[in-house]
């Protein structure tokens, strides 16, 4: 499913550039691309399957308390991390 693999580098890119920054779930939906149709369901379920193992691997932590910020949906604190994300070489002309 290559929208996929696009919906998940564009994630990466997104935590290796706002690093210590908050992101609201629905933040990281945003970034499927928008001339791909997906049903929202599906959609939440598989930005729930990548933040998961963000989660799991220490790059992205549920901030508890949400009700404090009032939305219904979880929220997402960005930490420190290797690059996910490897910047490209580029060709001296």
């Not at 009700?67 to 910047?87: A, Q, R, S, T």
């Amino acid at each position: 499913m290559e929208e996929y693999k696009e919906f998940e580098k564009k994630i990466y890119e997104y935590c290796d550039n706002h690093v210590k920054k908050r992101v609201l779930f629905t933040g990281f939906m945003y970034l499927w691309p928008p001339n791909h149709d997906i049903a929202p369901k599906d959609l939440a379920t598989l930005t729930s399957r990548i933040l998961n193992g963000l989660t799991q691997k220490g790059i992205l932590r549920e901030v508890p308390n949400r009700e404090e910020f009032d939305v219904p949906y979880g929220m997402y604190e960005i930490l420190p991390h290797e690059m996910l994300i490897k910047n490209k070489k580029v060709k001296n002309v």
